[in-house]
């Protein structure tokens, strides 16, 4: 009976509603056919800090990156530090209709090559070895193909015929094995604490077979992997990481060369299939007054329409067509072509929706208060729940408890830090090699979903908040702060403006560091890579007592007050005169901010502003030229701030010294600086600035052209919401001093893409009040739960090699799309605050 059924789910492969045309290789050198894109090293590993799973072998089925990292690789389910292999060649053949890959891992001496080839409907991966494997990688090297688990789970799968399902949770059998059987990592990195048993855990398979089946049950997903000369194995990778993904692997076999694997994928197509289109819109809504525009994405297959529809829904619940119009054709972008639908004529208050042939939008406000709470889930939740060295409750929940209090130590010299850290041959500071450095475990902000404070991030976080109160002295309290106490509970006020307490805990770290270390830290970090990746609790990545020498592994000294376990946290102390000029920059305006709230802490900041400024100047002048140079833009910066800050002329006239040169390299980069001197210039000194926001405009013209959203979009491994803030809080800010320049219009262009009007999907990128639909999970430090923190932001919409975005709004652990920051979001708190203040 099960082999008839087997039988059956074969012949289903080849009825109308499962299709396939034969692949074929592209102008862009990956294999396509209408709904499935087979990527051949388009992206390569890179090892450490990305965590590989944007690489190597790429599937996108039917609009969505389902599978990746094919390659040779050294572990059943690599984990983000596992060795990855150098792709040192890549070669495409059109001829064979094949691409040939050298990939290579140093460590081992040894080599492989992948050759993926055109065969009707699939693609055939097959493993050439020139030297039999290396014996400390027999029984450990191997073929990966890894499959996204939210796109699998639920789902069916036939191994040889067996029937079986995709595991939501992860559940299954592990070994352990000698540490010295486990193949290097990263850098000799350890991502696991084997508490003292020598031994590592070993997934062990699921299913075993030569012909695999992935989804019969949903033809989207569908994909059929055969193996005439090795058996497959399924391996659930969740099992070391809850960033694992599903894993079909084959052994390489020992002592051969020439051919040794061949595989045949085979994804199915589903016949006449089109991406549906996305209709981009504000979720959020717009006040009436505002240009209203929706981008729509299409599928190039996709006819356009020529007309979309407005409907509002009436208190009756009953919906009514209100607008029709034209359809504008924008043009390709990358993988897509674009239209336009402009309703900007709609103003009357209410519920609505956008029809588009037989799509439908979910609903949006049109109201003059829309805009009024986009910032509120931000400062209420999100940024409190960040602050380091504090108890953090929310009603009946504890978002953490108070973290490291066994404080910081010295990092050693020339230590080589997971996190692109690192100590360099000496500490820099009065401190011995693991000496406890007193007094740096209070204030500061965690950096993201990681526990670590970032110095570089937290200037920044600073300068975002004195910004945010010096210009709209925004008197919001909602959150109770008690640093004696080390005690913080949301919703709850006390009496005092919320961004005047995250300014002085802020501020508390960064003086600290100044003052204790005599500059600023890079970073104060984990010292082991197997607390970096925790996730829980912050108050449990440590045990919260200092580490001891004379304990023995994980033993607790009998008074209850230290302990043998190597967990302390670290400071990364190695000077650098880049970071002191920012810090000098962030104190001096701190400093103003804190008067008459805490004078204590005020004076403290001046006082370390004006050293920092004169020993990072004189250590930067030591430096080589383009060093120099870079310098000077932030030197403009701090002096503007220090002449705000004490109205001596000398900080005002260097200012103006280094800051036309820097506006004449980069008007991008220096121009929020020069607009925020204007209310503490002359009149003068306005219409020397007005020449470079004319330029600044036809940067803006000129993104028009380049993307149908008309703003800045960062095709690095980052997507780009730290430039499309910027930019957005720059146009708020030209437009408030130069309105005959720039329109204010142009600063809706960065709220509409942010709340829903932007590639691949239409949901807000930020958790905010009001967003019908914003992303349902973020990459937080709760990213584990499938879940997200209120008022959080995403970097927005990653662009993959070599013309696909994605944001995967099921899966939270790809950082660069999904992962909010202290940094990203405080840079939104500032542009919410200045965009709310541009409309009013």
């Known amino acids: 009976m099960k082999k008839k059924l087997f039988v059956s789910l074969m012949l289903l492969l080849t009825s109308s509603s499962i299709w396939c045309q034969d692949l074929k290789l592209n102008d862009l050198e990956y294999f396509e056919t209408q709904g499935v894109n087979v990527l051949v090293y388009n992206n390569l590993f890179t090892g450490g800090f990305n965590d590989e799973k944007n690489a190597g072998i790429e599937l996108i089925h039917h609009g969505v990156r389902t599978a990746q990292g094919g390659a040779v690789r050294l572990s059943n389910t690599p984990e983000q530090w596992d060795l990855v292999p150098e792709i040192p060649s890549r070669k495409v053949d059109r001829a064979s209709k094949s691409i040939e890959t050298t990939l290579r891992y140093k460590d081992y001496d040894f080599d492989s090559r992948v050759v993926v080839t055109a065969k009707g409907k699939g693609v055939e991966i097959s493993v050439y070895l020139d030297k039999p494997i290396p014996k400390a990688l027999e029984g450990s090297a191997g073929f990966n193909l890894e499959f996204l688990p939210s796109q699998y789970w639920g789902k069916a799968y036939l191994m040889d015929g067996r029937y079986n399902r995709f595991p939501r949770y992860v559940v299954g059998n592990t070994v352990t094995k000698p540490n010295s059987e486990k193949p290097k990592q990263f850098k000799g ?64 076999p020992t002592g051969k060369t020439g051919k040794v694997l061949t595989w045949t994928v085979e994804p199915n197509a589903i016949k006449d299939w089109t991406r549906e289109p996305n209709i981009g819109f504000s979720q959020v809504g717009y006040i009436p007054s505002q240009e209203k525009v929706s981008v729509i994405e299409l599928d190039k297959k996709d006819k356009p329409l020529a007309k979309a529809s407005l ?187 919320d961004v005047l ?51 023995g592994p994980y033993e607790k000294a009998s008074d209850g007050k230290s302990s043998g376990v190597k967990d302390d946290m670290w400071a990364f102390t190695s000077r650098n005169p880049g970071l002191d000029l920012s810090a000098a920059t962030m104190f001096a305006a701190a400093s103003r901010a804190l008067k008459g709230y805490n004078d204590d802490l005020s004076a403290r900041a001046l006082q370390q502003s004006k050293r920092l400024l004169k020993e990072s100047t004189e250590l930067l002048a030591r430096q080589p030229q383009d060093t120099l140079r870079r310098g000077r833009s932030f030197n403009a910066a701090t002096n503007l701030q220090l002449y705000i800050s004490t109205g001596e002329e000398q900080y005002k006239n260097k200012f103006q010294e280094l800051l036309w040169p820097a506006l004449d390299r980069n008007v991008n980069f220096g121009l929020l600086t020069a607009l925020d001197a204007i209310p503490h210039m002359d009149a003068a000194y306005k219409e020397k600035l007005r020449p470079y926001v004319v330029k600044f405009k036809e940067y803006i013209d000129k993104l028009e052209q380049e993307n149908p959203y008309g703003v800045p979009i960062g095709l690095g491994n980052w997507a780009g919401g730290g430039i499309m803030l910027n930019f957005g809080t720059t146009v708020c800010f030209a437009s408030k001093h130069f309105p005959e320049v720039i329109d204010a219009r142009h600063a809706y262009k960065t709220s509409n893409y942010l709340f829903g009007c932007h590639p691949y999907h239409n949901y807000s990128l930020v958790a905010t009040v009001g967003a019908t639909r914003p992303k349902a999970v973020f990459y937080g430090n709760n990213r584990a739960d499938f879940s997200f923190i209120p008022g959080n932001v995403a970097p927005g919409i990653l662009f993959r090699k070599p013309d696909h975005f994605e944001n995967f709004d099921d899966w939270p652990f790809l950082w660069g799309q999904n992962e909010g920051t202290i940094g990203g979001n405080t840079s939104y708190l500032i542009f919410g605050s200045a965009f709310k203040n541009l409309i009013k």
């Open 189 to 252: 990195y350890k991502t696991s604490d084997d508490r003292g048993t020598d031994k590592f855990i070993d997934p062990l398979p699921l299913e075993t077979g030569r012909t695999f089946l992935l989804a019969p049950d949903e033809p989207s997903r569908l994909i059929k992997i055969t193996s005439q000369d090795t058996d497959l194995m399924l391996y659930d990778g969740r099992m070391l990481a809850q960033n694992g993904w599903f894993v079909v692997r084959s052994i390489l």
């Open 311 to 497: 409907y509002k829904i009436g208190n009756d619940g009953n919906a009514t067509e209100v607008f029709n119009g034209k359809i504008v054709p924008w043009g390709n972008y990358f993988k897509y072509h674009y239209v336009k639908f402009d309703f900007s004529s709609v103003k009357d208050p209410g519920i609505y929706y956008i029809q588009y042939g037989n799509f439908k939008t979910n609903n949006f406000l049109i109201q003059n208060n829309v805009y009024d709470k986009i910032t509120d889930a931000t400062s209420d939740i999100w940024i409190p729940i960040h602050m380091n060295h504090m108890y953090v409750n929310e009603a009946y929940r504890v978002w953490h408890g108070e973290p490291f209090k066994e404080g910081y130590r010295q990092a050693p010299p020339n230590t080589d830090h997971f996190d692109l850290h690192g100590q360099g041959p000496t500490t820099d500071t009065k401190f011995k090699p693991l000496e406890l450095i007193p007094g740096l475990n209070v204030g500061g902000f965690f950096d993201a979903g990681d526990f670590d404070i970032e110095t570089n991030a937290n200037i920044s976080v600073v300068q975002n908040f004195v910004q945010t109160w010096e210009y709209f002295k925004p008197l919001r309290d909602q959150t109770f702060v008690d640093q004696n106490q080390r005690y913080v509970d949301l919703h709850r006020p006390d009496g005092k403006p």
């Open 501 to 551: 307490q995250f300014i002085e805990h802020g501020t508390l770290n960064l003086v600290a560091q100044a003052e204790i270390i005599g500059h600023m830290a890079q970073t104060l970090s984990n010292s082991v890579l197997d607390n970096y990746h925790h996730l829980g609790d912050a108050a449990s990545l440590t045990d919260g007592l200092p580490y001891n020498p004379n304990l």
